[in-house]
């Protein structure tokens, strides 16, 4: 049996050191460089931060399987035992160039099942995490069970790239849902978005495209707070994929479902 307590507060242990790590080197320069293209990018503290939570599941739980961003994990193709799924740091851009607005994100996973789910913001010191079956926190505050919201009355994190012609989704949709709502919001960080989502900061969030380790433990809380966490079209998310995603409140989801994204 996996004690899924004493993982938990080891989890809790280990991501206030990585966050004091992260926070201490605002005080050192950083090493920066491009992945995929110029504005994909990554630093040394990604790299440093990753390797820092790999190093210490293989020393305490050497038989877990670990998926990290940065590919300093497993190569992982089932969710299989016990997967983590690792993002370091979500929202490098914003780490870089605002010094804020990123997160430490963890999702730990039991044969496909999400157990615990971890989101820090790093900076607010803020610990968004759940526990399957009992709940959401943040730091030590039970968040509130999420209501239905009004359309007209929610606030809708997404990018305004989803919002101007792309290839992975009709705008016009998207453009009729942000004239209905009462606001829109971008962070820049897939995991604070779910945070907020799951804490009611936001009552929706709207992506085409999160890898696994962006919505992992996001998704976690989300669901443990009350809302849903599904691809655009209602169907279940793919762990090990890009994937669209859509967070939301209850009873919100089903309506933007059926009015706006169909
Ligand atoms: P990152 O900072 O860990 O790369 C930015 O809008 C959000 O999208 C962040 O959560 C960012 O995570 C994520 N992101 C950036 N590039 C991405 C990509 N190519 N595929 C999926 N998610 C990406
Ligand atoms: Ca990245
Ligand atoms: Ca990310
Ligand atoms: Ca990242």
């Not at 994909?40 to 399987?65: A, C, G, Q, W």
């Amino acid at each position: 049996m996996t004690n899924w307590t004493a993982i938990d507060e080891t989890v809790k242990q280990w991501i206030q050191e990585a966050g004091a790590l992260i926070r201490d080197s605002f005080y050192h320069s950083l090493s920066i460089q491009s992945k995929s293209n110029p504005n994909d990018l990554v630093t040394n503290m990604d790299k440093e931060t990753e390797r820092f939570f790999i190093s210490n599941i293989r020393t305490y739980y050497p038989d877990h399987f670990i998926i990290g961003e940065e590919g300093q994990g497993d190569f992982v193709q089932t969710l299989d035992g016990v997967v983590w799924i690792i993002d370091p740091i979500d929202g490098t851009m914003n780490f870089v160039h605002q010094q804020r607005n990123f997160a430490i994100s963890i999702g730990i996973y039991e044969n496909g099942i999400g157990r615990l789910g971890y989101i820090y913001d790093v900076v607010n010191d803020e610990l968004y995490y759940a526990r399957k079956g009992e709940g959401a926190w943040m730091n030590d505050v039970p968040l509130k069970k999420l209501k239905p919201v009004p359309v007209e009355e929610s606030i809708v994190g997404i990018s305004s790239t989803w919002l101007v012609n792309n290839r992975h989704f009709d705008q016009n949709k998207l453009i009729a849902l942000a004239k209905k709502v009462r606001g829109t919001r971008s962070y820049g960080s897939a995991a604070l978005e779910l945070a907020y989502v799951a804490s009611g900061r936001l009552s929706a969030y709207i992506t085409m495209r999160n890898a696994p380790w962006d919505f992992a433990g996001g998704k976690i809380i989300v669901e443990e707070a009350g809302g849903v966490v599904s691809r655009l079209d209602g169907t279940e998310l793919n762990m090990l994929k890009i994937n669209p995603v859509f967070a939301c409140a209850p009873g919100l989801h089903g309506q933007i479902l059926e009015e706006y994204l169909k």
